[in-house]
């Protein structure tokens, strides 16, 4: 008997269902376990941290933007492990195993970096901090600046006047919207990885997929370390939808009272439209330096040997001054 033609479609779909199925447990079973490896939590006045650390020498505060946590702060600065720095990278409230306490705004947010520094036994350090990190990084150097040898802002979501053109068209609320619910799902964001990588670079990640496939190997490895690093996003919901709310919220800080010597960076392409406000950001801040590149995107492709000379300049001339 011949076997009808929809049961040969539904027993395909089943056979695919699970194929996926299975995939999707593998790669999600193996991205949390990644999320956890090197990290630590430990016990501040302001409440549970988690951390990883590497490298000896000047320390320095990593402080990850959206998606992240201390995995993707250490991603992005380990190299500068190897240069005589001694990285510390968190995560932030609602990211991983620090949880998200009633206030999350970046000045409480401030504070506990400082916690964690006291709970470390690090009297001052370096803080950088990376896109949606940046705000907290700011109110760091603004509340605290006795613990502060240096600031390092890499396409910070920072705020700017309305007289100040935008770089890139602001991102809508239905994009935010959309951008919510695929970051709210391990499923989504991993099909989205799998079937439109080069969309989820564009919309999520604010960077040309063009870029990226023009840059070298390396390159190309790192990036795609970056953004598979983002899973599992339901263990990072928490601070996702607070980096959202915070982007539409931020107001002035006081630049003018930052007193550490300070670098900021961003690329003109980025389509998160950081490159104006990190502009006026290091025009405020006395004495900054703004390193500002025509191409990179978010992520600042084929920028990095270039971003991480610039703060070893920052980090040595602060370990110069801080032991004459």
Known sequence: MKTPAWASVALGLLVACRWIGWHFQQDIKR?????????????????????????QGVPLLIIHGSGGGHDQGMAWARPLAQEGVRVIAMSRFGYLRTPRPADASPEAQADAHVCLMDALGIARAAV????????????TAIRHPDRISGLVLVVPIA???GTVTDSAPPVSDAKDAWL???LGSDFLFWTGLQLARDQLFRHVLATPPELI???????????NDLADRILPVSLRAAGLRDDTRLGKSLGPYELAAIQAPTLVVSASDD?????AAAEYTARHINGAR??????????LVGQEETVRTAILDLLNGELSRDTN
């Open 159 to 161: 705020w700017k006047p």
């Open 31 to 55: 991205a949390t376990a990644y999320s956890s490896v090197g990290g630590q939590v430990v016990d501040t006045d302001c409440g549970p941290i988690e951390f990883q650390a590497a490298g």
């Open 213 to 223: 496939a023009a840059a070298s190997p390396k390159e190309q490895a790192r990036v």
């Open 271 to 275: 389509g998160f439209g950081t490159y």
């Open 290 to 299: 703004f390193l500002g590149f025509d191409q990179g995107g978010h992520l």
């Open 128 to 139: 950088m901090g990376v896109s949606a990190g940046g705000p907290s990084a700011m109110q």
């Open 180 to 182: 919510l619910r695929l």
